[in-house]
C-alpha cells in the first residue's frame, strides 16, 4: 500500500510511514508522514501541546481586577 505525505506530497511506502490519528474540527483526521518530515512534525506537534498547556495553565490563574 502507498500513502502521500502530508507534509512534501511525496509518494511512500507503507513500512516507511508514520501514521498518526487526530481529532480536528471536522472529526477524525489521518496524517501520513514520511521519516524525512517526521522530526519537524514531533516539534510542531509538540509546540502546539506545549501552547495548549501554558493557556490551560494561564486561565487558572486568579484575576487580580
Known amino acids: ?3 502521500i505525505c ?7 511506502q ?3 510511514t508514520i501514521i498518526h490519528y487526530t ?3 471536522d472529526g477524525l483526521e489521518i496524517i501520513a508522514i514520511c ?3 517526521l522530526e519537524r512534525y514531533i516539534d ?5 501541546a506545549d501552547r495548549k498547556d501554558e493557556d ?4 487558572k490563574m486568579k484575576r487580580k481586577w
Do not use: F, P
Not at 502530508?6 to 511512500?12: F, L, R, T
Not at 510542531?44 to 502546539?48: D, E, S
Open 56 to 59: 490551560a495553565e494561564r486561565m
Open 14 to 16: 507503507e513500512h516507511d
Open 6 to 12: 502530508n507534509q512534501c506530497g511525496e509518494v511512500i
Open 35 to 37: 521519516q524525512l518530515c
Open 44 to 48: 510542531k506537534t509538540k509546540l502546539a
Open 23 to 25: 481529532k480536528g474540527s
Open 1 to 3: 500500500m502507498r500513502y
